[in-house]
């Protein structure tokens, strides 16, 4: 059985960061990616980062890009999202995820993903 489970969330203040981690188990594709998707109150689900099994390749949404990385660690099954510079829009849900791919497909729309975790909440404020 599959599990995801997220820690690292919780308050934090305008302009702070955030780690955020998930502990994989279960889980043996070898051809895969892993990523964070995020809902804010009243929104749909938004892919925010992901990292390929075959060479690390990284992706970022709009939102993210120049202030959060996403890594694994393989030995402990583990992956993170630090992101910095936080601000009330940041608060969400955070949901950490994986999907078995091929090769490259793209990992950047929260619907392709078919491992989800329960969700941990960030609450950013001002």
């Known amino acids: 059985q599959v599990q995801l489970l997220e820690s690292g969330g919780g308050s934090v203040q305008a302009g702070g960061s955030v780690r955020l981690s998930c502990t994989v188990s279960g889980f043996t594709a070898r051809r895969n990616c892993m990523g964070w998707v995020r809902q804010r109150s009243g929104q749909q689900r938004e892919a925010l980062a992901s990292i390929y099994s075959t060479d690390d390749f990284t992706w970022y949404a709009v939102s993210m890009k120049g202030r959060s990385y996403i890594a694994r660690d393989t030995t402990n099954k583990t992956f993170y999202l630090q992101i910095r510079d936080l601000t009330p829009d940041d608060t969400a849900e955070y949901y950490c995820?994986?999907?078995?791919?091929?090769?490259?497909?793209?990992?950047?729309?929260?619907?392709?993903?078919?491992?989800w975790g329960q969700g941990i909440q960030v609450t950013v404020s001002s």
């Open positions: 995820v994986a999907a078995i791919r091929s090769g490259y497909e793209a990992c950047t729309t929260p619907g392709i993903f078919s491992f």
